[in-house]
């Protein structure tokens, strides 16, 4: 597996409950080669949280979708974007679809 860079892996949040992970990363893969993408899921529900997490292969490439996503209207819903900070653990009603 390659290495991750610091800064590759963007925090997305706002999402509408309806975006599935082929959304996801079709509304991202425009910028380049995605290495992983997630949508965290309530665990009892089994429905999206509204926000997952798009790893980009490259930081640049990670960067010019910050730039042109954040703020943007995706599905009637104001997004926003950032570098996803380090890893915490989660918690026990969490899970992410990859």
């Given amino acids: 597996m390659a290495k991750r860079l610091i800064g590759s892996q963007l925090f997305v949040s706002r999402l509408s409950f309806y975006t599935t992970l082929k959304d996801l990363k079709r509304l991202f893969s425009p910028f380049g080669a995605i290495t992983e993408a997630r949508l965290v899921v309530d665990s009892r529900t089994q429905r999206p949280k509204g926000f997952g997490f798009v790893t980009f ?42």
Avoid: C, W
């Fill in 57 to 98: 292969e490259s930081d640049v490439d990670a960067q010019n979708a910050l730039k042109a996503m954040n703020g943007k209207i995706v599905d009637g819903r104001l997004i926003f974007v950032e570098v996803a900070k380090t890893q915490t653990p989660r918690d026990d009603d969490d899970k992410t679809l990859r």
